[in-house]
């Protein structure tokens, strides 16, 4: 009878609550940035965010085990960086609404390459069903995408390693899978995001990058994707749900995927989180049903 709801904040605060309560008060933040973090209003009409991060902000530097970024705060506000005014433009009116370009705090929700390609997305591990999903994706030549949640990376360094070195990426999930997120106060999600990124790329070993953010439960606000860019992650959507956390069984998942996905998707899929044999069972008709469909296996744009 028990429904799971993966934005219940029961799920994970029961499985996390202990460690909830270790959570340091002062934080460090990404770069240190003394102080200098703040809220980023809702983009209004059509007048540009005001860019805080730089658009060069580099990623972690590979170099030392505890990888900090450095955060240009005082952007002036950048223009468009794919989206050349053409000449043509001077004999149209002005554009109603030209494509937003990605700006640094943007989620993303498509394939870096765009075309016929999936990005495959794993949350809440590693946990018992990573190396089963690790196995079904080399023997499928496919790739993926693994948002981790900081402590369990932390406990399972070995496995972390085994996915950088089979070629899948990882991506921020915070530490305590915080639900909803934006309850936290600002310095409570500064934490959940820098120290799982500080976890996950210590689990990875030196040069480890850690790309993605995703909010648990897709809680993305101004605020945490702020945080997270300044960190140098980029917010990671989904363009598929699965809502394999569910349970709905191995058929309502594969037929999800087929039903929703279209060229250049994010599928949303959890490695860890509870019992994943529906998960691995769904994979097991989807890696061949995807490359009988063409499709070739892409990381997240950044
Ligand atoms: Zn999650």
Redesign the pocket.
């Known amino acids: 009878m028990r429904i799971p709801s993966?934005r219940s904040p029961s799920r994970?605060s029961l499985r996390y609550g202990l460690t909830a309560l270790l959570a340091p008060v002062l934080i460090a933040g990404c770069g240190a940035a003394q102080g200098a973090i703040r809220p980023e209003p809702t983009p209004s009409t059509g007048a540009p965010t005001p860019s805080t991060v730089s658009p060069t902000a580099p990623t972690s530097p590979p170099s030392s085990a505890t990888p900090t970024t450095s955060v240009a705060l005082s952007a002036p506000p950048k223009p468009s960086p794919s989206k050349p005014a053409s000449s043509a433009s001077a004999s149209r009116p002005p554009a109603p609404q030209p494509p937003p370009p990605l700006t640094p705090t943007s989620i993303v929700r498509g394939t870096a390459s765009g075309g016929r390609t999936v990005a495959l997305t794993f949350?809440?591990g590693p946990g018992p069903a990573t190396g089963q999903i690790l196995d079904l994706l080399t023997q499928y030549g496919a790739r993926a995408t693994f948002?981790q949640?900081g402590p369990q990376a932390a406990a399972d360094p070995a496995m972390v390693r085994r996915i950088l070195a089979e070629g899948h990426r990882l991506c921020d999930?915070t530490v305590h899978?915080p639900q909803p997120m934006h309850a936290l106060s600002h310095d409570q999600q500064v934490y959940e995001i820098s120290a799982a990124k500080d976890m996950i790329a210590k689990a990875g070993g030196a040069g480890t990058k850690v790309r993605w953010f995703?909010a648990?439960?897709g809680d993305f606000t101004a605020e945490n994707q702020l945080i997270a860019a300044q960190c140098g992650l980029r917010p990671l959507g989904w363009s598929v749900d699965t809502r394999d956390?569910a349970r709905p069984g191995a058929p309502a998942i594969v037929a999800t995927v087929q039903r929703d996905l279209r060229p250049g998707g994010v599928v949303l899929l959890?490695d860890a989180?509870g019992d994943r044999s529906q998960t691995v069972a769904a994979l097991k008709q989807l890696l061949p049903w995807l490359i009988a469909q063409g499709y070739s296996f892409d990381f997240p744009a950044v």
């Open positions: 993966h994970h949350d809440d948002c949640i999930h899978h995703r648990p439960g956390w959890h989180g």
